[in-house]
């Protein structure tokens, strides 16, 4: 279909504009959980506390993300993105002036990734639920799409770049450069005029949260939806959690080969991204997941039962190209049935599913490892995702994907 292809939306200027802003702080991100990890090697020997980390910078997601999402659909987006994206910038830019002037401690490093972490949960509902008024719904699983390529771009060049940096000067350099990478957003959001919101806004923060869960059980197709992202997020989860394991232990690989094998996965999704819009032309939303989910097994499988490395990177890109479509599929039908009054707390919810199905998935497969073996819990996995496939396609139906008219787009 003309004017489909998967960079298509990049012709429209402020999404373009905008995805160039976000691959820029997405860098500084990814560096930035490399500099605060690295940055307490400094401070402590205690694997404890190098974990803690890790941990800090993952509970704002489980504890506010409902929050997060009822922000978004309560104040103004642009104003909650500026307002998160200059805090973000302000402590960031906090713990490398503490690293520079050799006063960084490890309470500070801890509330400063805890409060950086807050910063960025609070914004991204109102990230997913900004891009479909950038774009038309005709649009919209190319523009998601290539909002996670920038996540794996940034998930594979981030560390990189941190590790050269710290290599010169120190991790007060990254939490500083990761503080500049912000302003482009903050630019271009504040630039941009969108159409009015019709409507009233929720008033209270508990009323929000509470009308966008009913809103979502109240619709079989979006609930069902959210039931095959949680399901998807866990099976999928034992290869994410598995894949230091199978570097170290089957394909006896180096640090440089670990990171071939999860550049590998990025690839896939790059791949599945330039392929997927003339999928979605010819096949339906059920067959495209459930081709993609069989996809994901099958690579899943190979990885599984292979010693060799160059085997191992091509059934990561498989499975990476097979992850990203069912979610690219289910996300983009998600969100394009989403109101604009409730896009925020939809998206929201969303993002929870991924992280609780993960969370679940890499504790429950790293026990069925642990005592039938790797290999064995990760061909599980490919057979489970395949059945609960063939399963979910009878039990949690899609149904009919309704057009939705979003917003209004400037090209050029």
Not at 28 to 34: C, K, L, P, Q, S
Not at 184 to 201: F, K, L
């Amino acid at each position: 279909m003309q004017g489909q292809g998967p960079w298509s939306p990049l012709r429209v200027r402020v999404f373009r504009s905008l995805w160039i802003a976000a691959l820029v702080s997405n860098v500084g991100t990814y560096m930035h959980i490399v500099a605060a990890g690295w940055a307490m090697t400094n401070l402590s020997d205690s694997p404890t506390l190098v974990g803690l980390v890790s941990t800090m910078w993952a509970v704002p997601g489980f504890l506010l993300a409902l929050h997060a999402g009822a922000l978004a659909d309560m104040i103004d987006r642009r104003r909650l993105i500026t307002l998160t994206q200059i805090a973000a910038l302000a402590v960031a830019g906090a713990l490398g002036l503490l690293v520079w002037i050799d006063q960084l401690s490890v309470t500070s490093l801890l509330i400063g990734t805890f409060l950086e972490s807050v910063a960025l949960t609070l914004a991204a509902p109102a990230f997913m639920a900004l891009t479909p008024q950038l774009v038309d719904a005709g649009h919209l699983p190319q523009a998601i799409g290539l909002d996670a390529v920038s996540r794996n771009i940034s998930q594979t060049i981030g560390p990189a770049l941190a590790g050269a940096v710290i290599a010169v000067f120190n991790p007060g350099a990254v939490f500083l450069l990761n503080a500049v990478s912000f302003v482009g957003v903050v630019i271009v959001v504040r630039r941009y005029r969108p159409p009015r919101s019709i409507g009233t806004r929720p008033s209270t923060m508990n009323s929000a949260i509470g009308e966008g869960l009913r809103h979502i059980v109240a619709s079989t197709q979006l609930r069902n939806i959210a039931l095959r992202v949680t399901i998807i997020s866990t099976t999928t989860a034992s290869l994410a959690a598995m894949l230091p394991v199978v570097a170290r232990k089957s394909l006896h690989v180096s640090a440089n080969g670990f990171g071939l094998l999860s550049g590998a996965m990025g690839i896939g999704s790059v791949l599945a991204v330039w392929v997927l819009p003339t999928i979605r032309v010819r096949t339906s939303i059920e067959t495209t997941v459930f081709g993609a989910a069989a996809v994901w097994s099958a690579g899943t499988a190979l990885f599984a039962n292979t010693a060799q490395l160059w085997v191992a990177v091509i059934a990561l890109v498989i499975c990476g190209a097979g992850m990203m479509a069912m979610l690219n599929a289910l996300f983009s039908t998600f969100t394009v049935q989403l109101p604009d009054r409730v896009r925020g707390r939809g998206s929201s919810l969303a993002m929870l599913t991924v992280w609780l199905g993960a969370s679940i998935g890499a504790l429950g497969w790293g026990l069925v490892a642990s005592a039938y073996g790797v290999s064995a819990a990760l061909t599980a996995a490919a057979i489970v995702n395949g059945i609960a496939a063939v399963i979910s396609r009878w039990a949690l139906p899609i149904g009919k994907v309704l057009p939705f008219s979003v917003g209004s787009h400037e090209s050029g």
